[in-house]
């Protein structure tokens, strides 16, 4: 099915299952320890031997030599397979640094070798014997002197680098109010509870992998590159995924050492990162450098609006595109965005939650609070007067659906906006209290997204896709669509994901995955319904599937009799016309946010938090809440803790575990609020739905940062904003 | 297996022995040797807490503790506490609360919780309890506090501290 024309009204309009509070239903799995992640799977009858995996301690050079005879003398090692032993092995379309085999250190802890033994422990021991011999080379590794080297780079998914509109320089020279400021991003882990964990297991030239991964398609084709073997020979499963963020969006190292291990050794291999290798054997979200110029007329209406960002990567990498909400999110005649690319031997960065937008938005709105002070503006008040509903770059091109304007008024009536004071001028014993605001904003992609559904003789639907849920809710989600398309209860619908046997979906990331996959699933289910019509002789423009029958004018016939003894099956890949051309579409949110600056340390607890999101039809608003409140969770830990500290000398991140690199903790959160905007998007989806996992990150730091300003009135724009960065010019203590 | 040991354990209830390398982590006894794998590796360093088991009625990080150290010892996981079916009241608070999204911190999570109420049911106090002389009540700052050593990168923290607040049988 092609979604062409703007969703009309369909069986998903019915709401019966769609859009109502569904509890998770893998959620009795998940809290009995029973739902299996990759390195769990086990078979009684297979013989497992482990894998551990060795890093490079050097960022950039080559492998003189490996002296690996302690590690293979050591008890139980079966294999040690190096980086050097195993060869030149391909590189996977979507990986920037190569995984493993070879001589050349691309960046530090880039997998080296591979250990195999008995044990975990023994394979453990043995890694640690290993010895190498590097041939090191200087690397760049520091972005801010890295920054004049700085290169326009290509293309990022058909978006250019620069854009530019009216004169940029002349308005902004010319502008009664002006600001022009840089801000700074650090480079940030995702940190996804679940280590990158693969299983791997041949029969002659078939592979099986159980793995960890947000695109199973993208998995088993880069796999397939970097082993050099047949794509259709690699069954590839992941149902359950312990967190990913954009971390496992693309083949890791966990996969390729699993399956050469086995294939040295001819066992089953189990092979987890340690938690320690982690961060830099992995991917990373770029630190950014990024200056903000705005100009306006005195009312308040922009006239000038620029965003530069500086971000590095290793050759062939790509730029954090930190001014991609720039182009779209306000108003103002004259524009100009660039982004400039440094080459820097760190790992590979890559995306991690809202990639882009995130930290762009750390920038720019903190940047929108700047202006409204300088104009005497309530911020958003400012926001709404800049509002646009065309995009500014190309106004004849509307947005499908826009209603930020209600995300800021409705959150700022329900939060108390109002009670907001200057600067500096509320205090309740030693804390200083203030109150945030910024706009969230992230565009709605779509992807092409397969499903089969089967409907058996029981009456029960069984859905299957290679669609992941990595705690997004897809299970729930898919069950509800299917549910509505069939006209039965969810307890009726059997889901199974993350399967290469099974039709490739969008799979999970840039908030793509719940309303591309579960318009795919309807596509199937339109099959399904037709082949349920044909069967029974029904025309299938009139007919009903409704409480587990089906009907026709004035006949009705159970579900479970229209399947037949050998049931039916409707397979379909729901693809995508030019709607998203034609119309920007886009998910709109407003962050609130209260803090408390302790006067006497500059340690800021956030008191109170609340997002009202427009995001079109919500499938499931307990998952869809629980999205949004653990993106406003990471906007905490973005704000005030999470840094990736580089090591400038050795190239690399030395915080690289969970107590160093620091994450939110129950003890930094406080009750967090949600309210979701009731609309629909006809232009998305036959779903008319968007997404909302990254949305709910964009633009909470930066409440959060102007939320401290307004306690303080400490404007820090530099992250995270640590006490250290606000002490210094806090009020004196009375 | 030169330096390996016989330990024997009551896990869930069932007595289990086992032959263990000494190096053997109690949280890789379970997981590798009785494949109860509903107990989560996070990050093997006592950092994360999604490892967290009952030993003895009392919560620990079963990374951070050798299996040869537990000979003779009670060790509840997550599987002993409830099933699908048969959830154990922690449990049921967590599905009700969507207390959870990838699931993997999931397991430490309740152990924790339901640990974390017997502490305070026993007066033990924490960074957060305003006086050491009078008794320790359960409340939102309380679980918090006593929660912060299991990490949800998913961020359900909010949706946790509700879901353990119902469990306790209290409004804090």
Redesign the interface.
């Known amino acids: 099915m092609k979604f062409e024309t703007p969703a009309k009204t369909n069986p998903i309009d019915n709401l019966k299952v769609v859009g109502q509070p569904i509890h998770r239903i893998d959620g009795e799995l998940k809290t009995t320890g029973r739902a299996m992640y990759a390195y769990e799977w086990h078979d009684p009858n297979l013989h497992y031997a482990y894998g551990y995996p060795l890093g490079s301690s050097i960022a950039k050079g080559r492998i003189k030599s490996m002296d690996v005879a302690a590690a293979e003398a050591a008890p139980g090692v079966m294999s040690v397979v190096t980086t050097l032993s195993v060869g030149e092995l391909g590189k996977g379309k979507l990986n920037t640094a190569k995984l493993f085999g070879g001589d050349e250190i691309q960046h530090y802890h880039q997998a080296i070798a591979v250990v195999v033994a008995e044990t975990f422990e023994q394979a453990r021991a043995a890694a640690s014997l290993i010895k190498v011999e590097y041939q090191e080379e200087s690397g760049t590794f520091d972005l801010a002197e890295a920054k004049m080297s700085a290169v326009k780079p290509k293309d990022t998914d058909g978006a250019p680098p620069d854009t530019a509109v009216g004169d940029f320089d002349g308005a902004f020279y010319a502008a009664a109010v002006s600001m022009d400021e840089t801000y700074t991003t650090p480079d940030q882990s995702h940190s996804m509870m679940e280590p990158h964990a693969s299983i791997a297991l041949w029969h002659g030239d078939e592979l099986t992998v159980w793995t960890s991964s947000q695109m199973i398609d993208w998995w088993r084709s880069d796999l397939a590159t970097t082993l050099g073997i047949d794509k259709e020979k690699i069954h590839m499963m992941s149902p359950f995924i312990g967190g990913g963020f954009g971390g496992k969006l693309f083949l890791r190292s966990d996969a390729v050492l699993a399956a050469i291990a086995a294939k040295a050794t001819g066992r089953p291999v189990k092979v987890a990162l340690p938690r320690p290798l982690l961060v830099n054997n992995t991917t990373h979200r770029p630190a950014t450098i990024q200056r903000i110029r705005i100009g306006a007329d005195k009312s308040g209406m922009i006239t000038a609006i620029g965003h530069e960002s500086w971000s590095g990567d290793l050759p062939g990498g790509g730029p954090e595109t930190a001014v991609m909400q720039t182009r779209l999110l306000y108003a103002g005649e004259n524009r100009m965005t660039a982004m400039r690319l440094a080459e820097l031997n760190l790992p590979e960065g890559n995306a991690m939650r809202a990639p882009g937008e995130a930290p762009g938005l750390m920038a720019l709105e903190i940047a929108i609070d700047e202006m409204a002070e300088k104009l005497g503006l309530d911020p958003i008040e400012f926001r709404i007067l800049n509002d646009t509903q065309v995009d500014p770059e190309k106004p004849e091109r509307p947005f499908s659906h826009r209603n930020l304007v209600g995300c800021l008024k409705l959150g700022a009536e329900r939060f108390g906006w109002n009670d907001r004071k200057k600067p500096g001028a509320r205090r309740e014993g030693n804390w200083l209290i203030g109150l945030g605001v910024a706009a969230g904003f992230r565009n709605n992609l779509v992807m092409p997204s397969g499903a089969r559904v089967r409907l058996g003789n029981d009456g029960v639907v069984n859905v299957e896709t290679d669609m992941t849920d990595i705690g997004t809710g897809s299970y729930t989600i898919i069950a509800q669509t299917a549910a509505e398309m069939m006209g039965v209860a969810v307890d009726k619908v059997g889901v199974h994901l993350g399967d290469s046997r099974f039709p490739i979906s969008a799979g999970s990331g840039g908030q793509f995955g719940a309303n591309s996959a579960t318009s795919g699933v309807y596509a199937a289910c339109v099959k399904l319904r037709e082949a349920v019509a044909m069967r029974l002789g029904f025309n299938s423009d009139d007919v009903v599937f409704e409480n587990g029958e089906v009907r026709s004018g004035n006949r009705s016939v159970p579900l479970a009799a229209a399947a037949g003894a050998e049931g039916l099956v409707g397979e379909d890949t729901m693809e995508w016309g030019d709607l998203t051309d034609t119309h920007q579409q886009s998910t709109f949110g407003a962050h609130f946010v209260e803090v408390g600056v302790d006067l006497a340390t500059g340690e800021t607890r956030v008191r109170r938090m609340l997002a009202v999101c427009a995001a079109g039809r919500i499938i499931n608003p307990i998952t869809a809440r629980s999205q949004v409140i653990g993106a406003m969770t990471m906007g905490v830990g973005l704000a005030l803790f999470e840094e990736l500290a580089v090591d400038t000398r050795r190239g690399f991140f030395v915080n690289h575990d969970l107590a160093s690199y620091e994450v939110p903790v129950h003890a930094d959160i406080p009750y967090q609020e949600v309210i979701f905007l009731d609309e629909t998007d006809p232009m998305s989806s036959p779903m008319k739905a968007k997404g909302v996992g990254e949305l709910g990150l964009c633009g909470v730091s930066a409440a959060i940062a102007n939320a401290i300003y307004n306690a303080t009135g400490v404007r820090v724009r530099d992250y995270p904003i640590t006490l250290d960065k606000v002490i210094g010019d806090l009020p004196e203590v009375a | 297996?030169?330096y390996a040991s016989t330990v024997s354990m009551k896990v869930n209830g069932e007595r289990r022995d086992l032959e263990v390398?000494n190096?053997?982590s109690l949280l890789?006894a379970l997981?590798?040797h009785l494949?109860?794998?509903?107990?989560?590796?996070?990050?093997?360093?006592g950092?994360?807490g999604?490892c967290t088991v009952l030993v003895n009625g009392v919560r620990i990080n079963s990374c951070l503790t050798l299996a040869v150290m537990h000979d003779g010892d009670e060790v509840t996981?997550?599987?002993g506490?409830?099933?699908?079916?048969n959830?154990h009241p922690m449990?049921?608070a967590?599905?009700?609360h969507?207390g959870?999204?990838?699931?993997?911190?999931?397991?430490g999570q309740?152990c924790s919780s339901v640990a974390v109420l017997e502490e305070i049911k026993a007066n033990l106090p924490s960074h957060v309890t305003v006086s050491l002389t009078e008794r320790t009540r359960i409340s939102?700052a309380e679980?918090?506090?006593r929660?912060?050593?299991?990490?949800?990168?998913?961020?359900?923290?909010?949706?946790?501290?509700e879901a353990i607040v119902e469990a306790a049988g209290t409004r804090a």
């Open positions: 297996m030169t390398d190096r053997t890789d997981r590798e494949h109860l794998t509903g107990t989560k590796k996070g990050c093997d360093h950092q994360c999604a996981t997550i599987e506490l409830g099933q699908p079916d959830l449990q049921a967590f599905v009700k969507d959870f999204q990838c699931g993997y911190c999931t397991p309740i939102e679980i918090r506090e929660m912060s050593g299991n990490i949800c990168r998913c961020g359900a923290y909010s949706n946790i501290v």
